[in-house]
């Protein structure tokens, strides 16, 4: 990756290898893991892959004789591999005493999970990579995450750049896998996607749900796309594809851990109804759905049918990443009422509720946005809101709201 495009996640892995035995990345493949923490350890530690299907066969047989045999400190790449290593590089790092020896990163997020947490309990820190942020993009890995409080909005005045609406949408089209971001090129869009999703997706995710009926998972990852930005139905995706609700409930958590889509949850605190009990579902990468629903140009996706739910994807995806890429957990989520009132997103922070809305015009008078009044029954603080829209400037739409640029995120 070429060095004018800087990862904001570094800081916070360095930070974290001080304070830890063991660094895990996880990640969809591809989002550029690997190449991050070989940037950032620039040759100071040894580097084993266990696509290398020799090295996997070993730790897959031999575990304690295949960590022996490695150089400390190490990162070893696609460790979900052979999960029997995670109790000895317990047993390793317990002995060394030193943080930071073991960095790890896994693509499928899958039992992984489960057996890093239960073998390296108090050992391991967990951070999230996703494709290249908007920040990133434009040189600004430094900005803090994502928040409509005024402060740091006008702090992005000086850093982020004006976006237009066909630079936008081909933003949103081409999407965030650093392979696409980094060439910048139309030429190779659907070779990329289609690739991905055969290579990786495919038979990543049906190797370990041993799936047999590859059309029917293909259709599956289809009727997603088709319904991001959408809530969870689903009766509605096992019609569509053929088969059962439990089966569907399977296929979407297994997409949800491996970090290619996000399950925004609905607002709930101990003092109101959980007014709705259903997720919407976002896909993290925009291209990769564009390509699943296709969408083959940008112009048609910005004139199409669903271009609203590809913006609310692109913008939501884009807050997510901003936590993710400082090592934070998002605190997310989205509140609809009996009266079907919505706000995209609330996120939560120093127990506040900020509000977002997030609009395809870019006139403020023709946002339709009817204020955020509906949130003061949940008894809780309500930060500054924003309309993230088509505006070209931070302007006040009230006291307590901001029409945002989208280029701010």
């Known amino acids: 990756?070429?060095?004018?495009?800087?990862?904001?996640?570094?800081?916070?892995?360095?930070?974290?290898?001080?304070?830890?035995?063991?660094?895990?990345?996880?990640?969809?493949?591809?989002?550029?893991?690997?190449?991050l923490l070989q940037d950032i350890q620039k040759g100071s530690r040894s580097y084993v892959t266990l696509d290398d299907l020799n090295l996997r066969q070993a730790a897959q047989q031999d575990p304690a004789s295949f960590l022996d045999r490695l150089q400390l400190p190490v990162l070893i790449d696609e460790v979900q591999y052979a999960p029997d290593l995670f109790p000895y590089i317990k047993m390793a790092v317990d002995k060394a005493g030193k943080n930071g020896l073991f960095w790890l990163t896994g693509s499928q997020q899958f039992d992984l999970m489960k057996n890093v947490t239960e073998s390296l309990a108090g050992r391991v820190a967990i951070l999230h990579l996703q494709g290249i942020s908007l920040a990133e993009e434009q040189g600004r890995p430094d900005d803090p995450p994502f928040l409509p409080e005024l402060s740091l909005l006008k702090s992005r005045q000086k850093t982020a750049a004006a976006l237009t609406l066909p630079e936008v949408y081909h933003k949103i089209w081409r999407g965030t896998y650093p392979d696409m971001v980094v060439q910048d090129s139309d030429k190779n869009w659907e070779r990329f996607y289609s690739s991905y999703v055969a290579t990786y997706i495919q038979r990543d995710v049906r190797d370990y749900l041993n799936i047999n009926d590859a059309a029917a998972f293909h259709k599956f990852m289809q009727v997603a796309a088709a319904r991001t930005g959408q809530l969870v139905n689903f009766a509605d995706m096992a019609r569509d594809v053929g088969v059962s609700e439990s089966t569907i409930k399977t296929w979407l958590n297994v997409l949800h851990a491996s970090g290619i889509v996000y399950l925004l949850q609905p607002y709930f605190n101990n003092r109101t109804k959980r007014l709705v009990k259903t997720p919407k579902l976002y896909f993290m990468d925009t291209g990769l759905c564009a390509y699943l629903t296709g969408w083959l140009n940008p112009d048609v996706l910005e004139r199409g049918a669903m271009s609203g739910a590809f913006l609310e994807t692109w913008v939501i995806s884009e807050i997510i990443k901003s936590y993710l890429h400082h090592g934070r957990i998002p605190r997310v989520s989205f509140y609809r009422d009996k009266d079907k009132r919505e706000v995209d997103l609330l996120i939560e922070e120093n127990g506040a509720l900020y509000p977002i809305e997030i609009k395809k015009t870019a006139s403020i008078q023709n946002t339709g946005f009817k204020g955020f009044d509906m949130l003061d029954k949940l008894k809780v603080p309500i930060g500054h809101g924003g309309v993230i829209c088509?505006?070209?400037?931070?302007?006040?739409?009230?006291?307590?709201?901001?029409?945002?640029?989208?280029g701010y995120l």
Not at 8 to 14: E, K, Q, R, S
Not at 17 to 30: A, E, I, N, W, Y
Request: hydrophobic share 40%; net charge positive.
């Open 1 to 35: 990756m070429p060095e004018n495009i800087k990862r904001t996640l570094g800081p916070a892995i360095c930070e974290t290898s001080d304070s830890f035995k063991v660094v895990m990345l996880t990640g969809p493949r591809q989002v550029g893991k690997t190449t």
């Open 390 to 406: 088509m505006t070209t400037a931070l302007t006040a739409i009230n006291d307590k709201v901001d029409a945002i640029p989208v």
